[in-house]
């Protein structure tokens, strides 16, 4: 079975420009987690999806969003980006209910 | 918030055990997990407890969880180079909505030397 996937898995943007990431999960999973990863804060929720809707959100500003389509793919968008956008953006999914919860290898946003 | 906390860095000798402590602040907190990271890539499981577990053995894998003091470990017998990542010790605790919330440690940084 493949595993979570993310694209793409390396970006630079440009202050003020808008970006949008995107996350297949494992076959079958429904749920999908966001995770922003930055050497000085760590690993920090972002959001996470279950068919189609938003069921948590972490503590960050409207200038992250996300969505999950009907076939579980996920899409985080992040606008007017800031210097302290740049991170490795994580994916993870999950079957519902389950208490495992599996990784994408990330990609690595760089704002400049 | 609640609060993860892990020491940042731990150095062994290949074939010694390898313990790496975590504290945590929630007392709802219903599961404890254990992640690996290597060099650019994703979060691996390697392990959970459930909280009214205290200990939980998988392999050269032991989890020990004391619930009292909010103190999860996680001892690698026979440790080996390929150990060497960062380790990330997690918590879950149910969210208003029913789901649950993950808060994480910062990571401690494993270095396994011949």
């Known amino acids: 079975k493949a595993g979570v996937t993310q694209t793409p898995r390396y970006l630079i943007k440009t202050r003020g420009q808008q970006v949008t990431l995107s996350c297949s999960p494992i076959?079958?999973?429904?749920?999908v987690s966001w995770y922003q990863q930055t050497p000085g804060q760590g690993l920090q929720f972002l959001f996470e999806?279950?068919?189609?809707?938003?069921?948590n959100k972490g503590n960050f500003p409207g200038r992250f969003s996300g969505r999950q389509f009907s076939n579980s793919r996920s899409e985080m968008n992040v606008s007017t980006l800031e210097l302290g956008d740049s991170a490795l953006y994580l994916c993870?999914?999950?079957?519902?209910?389950?208490?495992?919860?599996?990784f994408g290898p990330g990609t690595r946003l760089t704002v400049t | 918030g609640e609060d993860v906390e892990q020491s940042l860095f731990l150095s062994v000798r290949e074939g010694d055990s390898s313990v790496i402590n975590c504290t945590y602040t929630?007392?709802?907190?219903?599961?404890l997990y254990w992640y690996k990271q290597e060099p650019g890539a994703g979060l691996q499981l390697l392990t959970y407890?459930?909280?009214?577990?205290d200990m939980k053995q998988d392999q050269r894998l032991t989890v020990l969880l004391n619930k009292k003091d909010k103190h999860l470990s996680l001892r690698i017998a026979d440790t080996q180079t390929g150990d060497s990542a960062i380790y990330f010790c997690?918590?879950?605790?149910?969210?208003?909505?029913?789901?649950?919330?993950?808060?994480f440690g910062r990571g401690t940084s494993l270095i396994v030397h011949p």
């Open positions: 993870a999914s999950s079957l519902a209910g389950a208490v495992e919860q599996y």
């Open positions: 076959s079958g999973h429904r749920s």
């Open positions: 999806y279950f068919s189609e809707t938003q069921r």
């Open positions: 929630d007392s709802s907190s219903t599961y």
């Open positions: 407890i459930f909280s009214n577990m």
């Open positions: 997690a918590e879950k605790s149910q969210a208003s909505g029913g789901s649950y919330i993950p808060t």
